[in-house]
């Protein structure tokens, strides 16, 4: 698939025309048209990362061969999971998550470790809980 053909696929999905993506972007409709259309092949790399920008996705999305659209892996993809590929804040968790497999680590001891990670979070919330009410109930003692 072509970086043009990346650039019309994804710009589709977010329901934008050619002219709304030149505004959000910065990047002329002419240059958009013509990338869509193969007649400019190679857009410098401003030009990607405006348009990447633009579509909420990193700009190695147009470069990469295995990345793919939500549309064309869709019948594998929940629509939420979709959207969280989607933007372009995601991309710290999803190299996280590519880091954990590359290195071995399951998809159980991640969720062992976000469980572990959760019940860390309810016990300092349940903790502070507590000593709310212990200082109030101090404050309470103290007037009497």
């Given at each position: 698939?072509t970086?043009?053909?990346k ?79 989607l ?30 990670l ?27």
């Amino acid at each position: 698939m072509t970086i043009g053909d990346k650039l019309k696929k994804m710009r589709e999905l977010r329901k934008l025309s050619i002219s709304e993506l030149a505004r959000i972007s910065k990047v002329h409709r002419t240059t958009i048209h013509a990338i869509e259309y193969g007649r400019f092949n190679h857009p410098g790399i401003g030009t990607i990362e405006r348009l990447a920008h633009a579509l909420k996705v990193s700009p190695l999305y147009f470069f990469e061969e295995r990345v793919i659209t939500p549309l064309e892996a869709i019948d594998k993809i929940p629509k939420d999971l979709a959207e969280f590929l989607l933007r372009e804040e995601s991309l710290p968790y999803l190299l996280l998550s590519k880091e954990a497999s590359e290195r071995g680590i399951s998809a159980e001891t991640l969720e062992k470790l976000i469980l572990i990670l959760r019940e860390e979070k309810m016990s300092k919330s349940e903790k502070e809980l507590e000593y709310a009410r212990n200082y109030d109930k101090e404050l309470r003692r103290k007037k009497i």
